[in-house]
């Protein structure tokens, strides 16, 4: 099974503002987001990000058709780590899977390898203060370009490939 892992962010790396808010984010970029979970089928997104989400208001989360499936280690209803969401993916018979979370939860992905590959919009801000893409962590995890996409006049869409 393919996983994708998926995420917005700013110029300078930031996925989120200090409160967690996205409001830096193209009014567009959520219906590409979504279009892209609801055509793989599957989303996997950390507890905390769903949340998030649902407190955005219900026209967001209703535009989620896309299986959703939670991580969290203290939630007992949540998958308890990031490869047994992967795991309940694939048992489901999804063949992709998009993948998407804050800092904490972007770092234990490279660390431990889990995306085949990666989207990321880039919005052409720089954020002052905010959440990092990626938390600091150990790894070093070489990328192939694929592709880009050009969302609207200053909103850029990158595809890599992790290589293993
Ligand atoms: N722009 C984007 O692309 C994008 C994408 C996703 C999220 N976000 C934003 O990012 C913010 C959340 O980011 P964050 O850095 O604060 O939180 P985060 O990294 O998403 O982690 C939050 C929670 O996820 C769970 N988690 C993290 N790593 C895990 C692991 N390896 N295994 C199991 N569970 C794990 C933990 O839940 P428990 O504490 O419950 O165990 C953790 O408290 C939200 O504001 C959201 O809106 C932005």
Known sequence: M??????SISLNG???GKDGNEDF???QLWD???SIMNRKGCIIWSKKTFEAVKSWGDDYL?????????????NKNCCGSIEEAISEARKLGFKEVI??????FNKSIWEK???DELILNIEPVMLGEGISWVEE???RVKLEFQKMKKLNANLIQLYYKVMK
């Open 137 to 139: 962590g150990n790894f």
């Open 2 to 7: 393919k996983v994708i892992l998926h995420n």
């Open 99 to 104: 993948i998407s979370g804050g800092s904490n």
């Open 25 to 27: 984010l193209s009014e």
């Open 32 to 34: 590409d987001v979504c």
């Open 62 to 74: 209703d535009k989620v058709k896309a299986k959703i499936i939670l991580v969290s280690r203290k």
């Open 113 to 115: 390898k889990l995306a």
């Open 14 to 16: 930031k996925i989120a």
